[in-house]
């Protein structure tokens, strides 16, 4: 079959493709053609290996500068995006040839580096552009990934947005980059968080340890128990709160998990246990949780990914979960864009 004009390949292979493997072989295909233009935004946090949907994949991106050539090519999906300093010569790929088979990254320079043998922008360039012209479910996906891939933090993410002050909604990236955190364990925990600080909800911790009160009894022998020293929660929020019929405060915490399906149903994920031991195991760690003191809200990622995630944004009303002042939730309006087709992202149409 052919995927583009002048690109071949065997339809049963393809079709036995993963989406990000497809992908993969898709922005491969071009950049290895073109050994000099770099790869970038969403396709290079692809080659990072973030799995991001189809949709944000219609064309393979590509940097370019005022030296390069950015002619709109009829017969390839490909579009250029305007970077400064993103030029590469030849002689660079040669001066680096002895590191293309590596698999990590090496950099040229702040902009650009290699990626096993393919050109592509730098971990915190791909970060600052998705930033700007993503929205931020997406967004928080890429900069989540990157950052816990590459040790990078949202100070070091946000001064580097600063740097590119002059650059195309750069005051967007800025603000968005501070809700960046490495401690996001996978992008459905990045894209329910986006949908969180939507919604005007307080911005929550991650990845908290909290030391299991079950820990003490005797689960020596049984492997459907929550036996861990400490429990991890997906979300947590500490709030302070005022008793009914009176004016002593005491403080409140609640914990947000988003269940899914691969924990129960991959055999990777639970070599040594039974589909029903997982379910017993998620009950007892709940339990421990609510000993703990805390109030537990259990949601599901399609009710983030539907309707604007309504089902899940009306289960933390519910539980009390707080939300922002009037000022901040103004800046989160005009920041915080959801809809891939608004304006600021035709470049990615």
Known sequence: MEL???YFVNAFIWNSFSLHQQNLQRISAI????????????????????????KLHAHVHFACDSKTSSARRKTSPVRFHYIKGSRSRRR?????????????????NNKIGYLRGLLVTSPLQTIFDCARTLPIEYALIV????????????????????????????STAIYVLQFLDARSENG??????????????????LQVEIPNPLRRLDYRHEKNFQRTRTIRPDFLWKIKAI???????????IIAELDGREKYLNPHMNKYST??????????RETALALAGFTII??????????GGDSMIGKLKLGGVPHVGKWEMRRRQRFLISDITHKRHHQLD
């Open 275 to 284: 589909p029903a031991d997982v379910i017993l195991r998620e009950k007892d």
């Open 31 to 54: 950049a290895s053609a073109h050994p000099t233009w770099p790869v970038c935004m969403t396709s290079a946090a692809e080659l990072y290996g973030v799995n991001l949907p189809r």
């Open 298 to 307: 259990r949601f599901q990622f399609s009710e983030v990914e539907k309707n």
């Open 143 to 170: 900069a989540d990934q990157l950052a816990h891939s590459f040790g990078i933090t949202s100070k070091k993410a946000v001064a580097y947005a600063r740097q590119q002050h002059r650059c195309w909604k750069s």
């Open 188 to 205: 459905g925990e990045s894209f329910s968080r986006a949908r969180m600080l939507q919604a005007g909800f307080a911005r929550p911790l």
């Open 4 to 6: 583009f004009r002048g």
């Open 92 to 108: 660079t790929r040669n001066k680096y040839f002895h590191s293309l088979r590596n698999s990590s990254y090496v950099s040229i």
């Open 243 to 253: 008793r009914a019929h009176s004016d002593s405060h005491y403080n409140s915490q």
